[in-house]
């Protein structure tokens, strides 16, 4: 398997954790905002969603399809039982971790927002995407690590073909409108704790895996047809916007996905597959942010909507003052304190005091069992000389 950091998959699910919250302060602005369990403005802005329809058909299959390319880097260096192991403590902790501690906020936010009676509510909400994933790791597994024992075989090679025609990639889509005819999704976009939003998110998430797997065919494809899937895109958003009204057949919307997907991936390894300080940071901040996001804007919601400003500049201050909270929790709460880091899918980092006294205590252990062999041994030569 290839051993080649890859920045410009790091850079888009930073990006996609952001965009993601953008989305989020969007619905907020929306009349139906309740319907979905979101605080609502008592002000509408219809066209704050007009960008936000060509966003949510592929920003949470992105997601998927960058968390499938994920595995395969996280399998590099594992077998199956330490990436159980290690998916486990950076998928399944924080997630049973934010439906009893996480989502309950959020919750009651929102019931003393509204006055209604306070109550404990533990639930996915917003982290659905983090169940989905584990079940598609415990599911693909197996089949992952055949493939991973075959990196020379005859599947990557067939894989390797046919990613290296532009058609290749958009062949998979094949399979996207394949689960819509079968699931037949009230809306594309519904994603959360649905049958479209678990079979969807499967595909992606194992063709993330295949993307990768099939080497650097894929990414040369992408890169030299990026333009072709936008343009794809572009008509296909257009169509539907035109003659449909954002919400166009099931299978339009699926190649539609897809090929705003590939147009991503395509400028991402352009332009930045780089190493960078900023990188580094916000890719571990992303995970973090994305699970206490929700609870951070409700509570931004509750004091900046009754305020007496125009509609625009609410959402103005709500994006900053949710960001710069969520900036504030995580470098100074989350990352400061060693027992929530990997409540929150940080690896705990020993502080150097604590450091110290771990080597500290290992050298005094290891000095014990040292004494302790030489005793064994002094006492097995005695023994031997007496008889």
């Known amino acids: 398997m290839t051993s080649e950091r890859r920045h410009d998959i790091d850079w888009l699910r930073v990006i996609a954790i952001g965009l993601l919250l953008i989305y989020h302060i969007a619905i907020i602005f929306q ?27 592929w920003r949470i299959p992105l997601l998927f399809f960058v968390s499938g390319m994920g595995l ?3 399998m590099r260096k594992r077998n199956w039982k330490q990436l159980l192991l290690e998916r486990t403590k950076r998928i399944l902790l924080p997630f049973t971790f934010g439906i009893l501690a996480i989502t309950p906020l959020h919750m009651f936010i929102f019931q003393k ?35 991973k024992t075959h990196d020379t075989g005859k599947i990557k090679n067939a894989l390797s073909t046919l990613m290296s025609h532009p058609v290749g990639p958009l062949l ?6 394949l689960e819509v005819f079968l699931v037949k999704p009230q809306q594309f976009a519904l994603y959360a704790q649905t049958w479209h939003g678990f079979f969807n998110g499967f595909l992606a ?69 780089k190493p960078s300080k900023t990188l580094s940071y916000l890719s571990q901040a992303a995970y973090p942010v994305y ?25 103005i201050c709500l994006t900053a003052f949710t960001g710069l909270a ?16 990997p409540l929150f ?34 006492l097995k030569d005695v023994s031997e000389a007496d008889k």
């Not at 895996?209 to 040369?220: D, I, R």
Request: glycine share 8%; with cysteine.
């Open 31 to 57: 009349p139906w905002a309740m319907f979905i369990g979101f605080i609502r403005s008592e002000e509408s802005v219809a066209t704050l969603w007009t960008p936000m329809t060509m966003l949510n058909v």
């Open 72 to 74: 395969y880097f996280a």
């Open 113 to 147: 927002y509204y006055h209604m009676p306070l109550s404990y509510y533990p639930h996915q909400g917003h982290l659905w995407f983090l169940g989905n994933i584990f079940v598609y790791v415990l599911i693909l597994l197996p089949l992952y690590y055949y493939l």
């Open 172 to 177: 998979i889509s094949l399979f996207f409108v």
């Open 205 to 273: 998430f194992f063709f993330g895996f295949l993307f990768v797997y099939s080497g650097k065919t894929f990414w040369q494809t992408v890169l030299k047809w990026r333009w072709l899937y936008v343009g794809l895109a572009i008509i296909l958003y257009g169509i539907r916007f035109g003659l449909f009204g954002i919400e166009a057949p099931g299978y339009l919307i699926a190649i539609e996905s897809n090929c705003w997907i590939f147009g991503v991936f395509g400028f991402g390894y352009t332009y930045l597959n």
């Open 291 to 315: 699970i206490i996001h929700m609870f951070v804007l409700y509570a931004s919601a509750m004091f900046i909507l009754p305020l007496g400003i125009p509609i625009l500049l609410k959402f």
């Open 326 to 341: 969520c900036y504030l929790i995580y470098e100074f709460i989350i990352t400061r304190i060693g027992f929530l880091k």
């Open 345 to 378: 899918g940080l690896k705990w980092k020993l502080y150097n005091g604590e450091k110290q006294k771990f080597e500290y205590n290992s050298a005094i252990k290891k000095g014990f069992l040292n004494i302790k062999n030489r005793l064994d041994s002094a």
